[in-house]
């Protein structure tokens, strides 16, 4: 988790509570859609900063995010996957960011605190060693193989709802995951990173 960030607010994903309150919100109830933007904040936020790198941009980009949900929910089809339509407005959203950074070049401070993988309190130095492993490795991965694996891994999204928020297929999103677990496989040990998901091998898409 990122330094300073608050414990994550209890979530109601996939619950009846999250569609009564995504339908009170297209009904025009505010209250009710920042009960749902609370629930994701904290998720969207640890995801915005895995690719930003940078906290101050993350957060930026999470109320961003937010309040361009605000103004579409009404365009949310019910009973559809209102988390991978969100974190699509949040990809878009980092997508415009890196274009316009490309229009405007500039070098922004690196947090070597990115991508804290652990849970819990480090207790050895050793713990440490490896979590710092973990997060070079992961802050040098492509964005695009870092994006669809921070979906995967701690999001837990399946590969059908990575490719809905890339707008890939799905064939696509496991091929990004694979190649991303490949490139940490060489650098990291394979107790600090397990490769356990033998479903993501398969070809590369056309």
Same mark, same amino acid.
């Given at each position: 988790?990122?330094?300073? &960030?608050?414990?994550?607010?209890?979530?109601?994903?996939?619950?009846?509570?999250?569609?009564?309150?995504?339908?009170?919100?297209?009904?025009?109830?505010?209250?009710?859609?920042?009960? @749902?933007?609370?629930?994701?904040?904290?998720?969207?936020?640890?995801?915005?900063? *895995?690719?930003?790198?940078?906290?101050?941009?993350?957060?930026?980009?999470?109320?961003?995010?937010?309040?361009?949900?605000? %103004?579409? @929910?009404?365009?949310?089809?019910?009973?559809?996957?209102?988390?991978?339509?969100?974190?699509?407005?949040? *990809?878009?959203?980092?997508?415009? /960011? !890196?274009?316009?950074?490309? !229009?405007?070049? *500039?070098?922004?401070?690196?947090?070597?605190?990115? %991508?804290?993988? %652990?849970?819990?309190?480090?207790?050895?130095?050793?713990?440490?060693?490896? &979590?710092? !492993? @973990?997060?070079?490795?992961?802050?040098? /991965?492509?964005?695009?193989?870092?994006?669809? &694996?921070? /979906?995967? %891994?701690?999001?837990?999204?399946?590969?059908?709802?990575?490719?809905? #928020?890339?707008?890939?297929?799905?064939?696509?999103?496991?091929?990004? #995951?694979? !190649?991303?677990?490949?490139?940490?496989?060489? #650098?990291?040990?394979?107790? #600090?990173?397990?490769?356990?998901?033998?479903?993501?091998?398969?070809?590369?898409?056309?």
């Amino acid at each position: 988790m990122p330094p300073d &960030l608050d414990p994550p607010r209890p979530s109601p994903t996939g619950t009846g509570a999250e569609s009564e309150w995504i339908a009170a919100a297209q009904a025009g109830d505010r209250s009710a859609f920042a009960r @749902v933007a609370e629930a994701y904040y904290d998720r969207l936020f640890r995801w915005l900063y *895995h690719l930003t790198r940078d906290r101050h941009r993350a957060e930026d980009l999470t109320q961003e995010t937010l309040l361009k949900a605000l %103004a579409a @929910v009404k365009s949310f089809r019910p009973g559809s996957n209102f988390r991978a339509w969100l974190f699509r407005i949040g *990809h878009n959203n980092f997508v415009n /960011l !890196k274009r316009a950074e490309r !229009k405007s070049p *500039h070098q922004p401070a690196d947090d070597h605190q990115a %991508a804290d993988t %652990a849970a819990g309190p480090l207790t050895t130095a050793a713990d440490r060693e490896a &979590l710092e !492993k @973990v997060a070079k490795a992961i802050r040098e /991965l492509p964005t695009d193989f870092r994006t669809a &694996l921070m /979906l995967r %891994a701690e999001e837990g999204m399946s590969f059908r709802e990575v490719a809905a #928020v890339l707008k890939i297929t799905e064939e696509t999103a496991r091929w990004r #995951v694979f !190649k991303a677990r490949q490139k940490l496989a060489k #650098v990291l040990s394979p107790d #600090v990173f397990p490769d356990s998901d033998a479903s993501d091998s398969g070809e590369r898409p056309a």
